[in-house]
């Protein structure tokens, strides 16, 4: 997964600041208005990690990426379509896999144990989404939002304060735990905008 954030931010450095600032714009909607559009940003949250399993399974079987991504992204946008409650339970066990992998990843975990790691984090935030469905749509669209923040910020910075961008990349090419902080500091600050703007305690059970 080193490697993953590595290539991500090398890319998002060498693009235009307007996508950097698209980015950026896509992760303030999930981290501090999700609440609003929950069932849309769901939809796109499948579809995207639909789209991301289908090129990781064309770099594992040395396919062609086009049409396994394409046919990834479809299908999470099916699911995503057909039911919110599925469309929660696959986002939220791919963000918590996720990220689980990427914080073990970071720390030098890899091969199998990674791997039962981030099965391990994936069905428990699957579980997560089935015994509070509002608490878990919540939190999890705030991790997502940070991400894109962080890229999205990364990338606006690369364009426009070079030396900053450099310093991104230069923490993602190594196993800082830098970025990993910055990640939880976005999350921390976006859930509790977003729960403070909602009525009453986030229910859960439901």
């Known amino acids: 997964m080193g490697e993953c954030q590595s290539y991500l931010f090398n890319w998002i450095g060498g693009q235009p600041g307007a996508t950097g600032l698209v980015f950026f714009a896509a992760g303030a909607l999930y981290g501090f208005a999700a609440f609003r559009m929950l069932r849309f940003l769901l939809l796109i949250s499948t579809a995207g990690y639909g789209a991301l399993a ?22 999470g946008a ?8 599925a469309a929660l339970l696959c986002s939220a066990a791919a963000t918590a896999a ?13 091969g199998t144990p990674l791997l039962i790691v981030m099965a391990s984090c994936g069905l428990l935030g699957a579980t997560c989404a089935l015994l509070g469905r509002e608490t878990t749509a919540l939190f999890i669209t705030t991790l997502q939002g940070a991400g894109l923040m962080i ?33 939880t500091m976005v999350a921390i600050g976006a859930y509790a905008v977003q729960a403070s703007r909602l009525q009453g305690d986030i229910c859960t059970g439901k």
Request: one cysteine or more; charged letters at 5%.
């Open 54 to 75: 289908g090129l990781i399974t064309a770099w594992t079987l040395n396919y062609q990426p086009d049409v396994l991504v394409v046919a990834g992204g479809f299908l």
């Open 78 to 85: 099916l699911i995503g379509i057909a039911s919110g409650r």
């Open 98 to 110: 996720t990220l689980c992998g990427y914080v073990a990843s970071q720390m030098g975990l890899a």
């Open 151 to 183: 890229i999205g910020f990364a990338g606006l910075s690369s364009a426009y304060v070079p030396s900053l961008g450099a310093t991104f990349r230069s923490w993602a090419s190594s196993q800082s735990l830098m970025i990993p902080i910055l990640l």
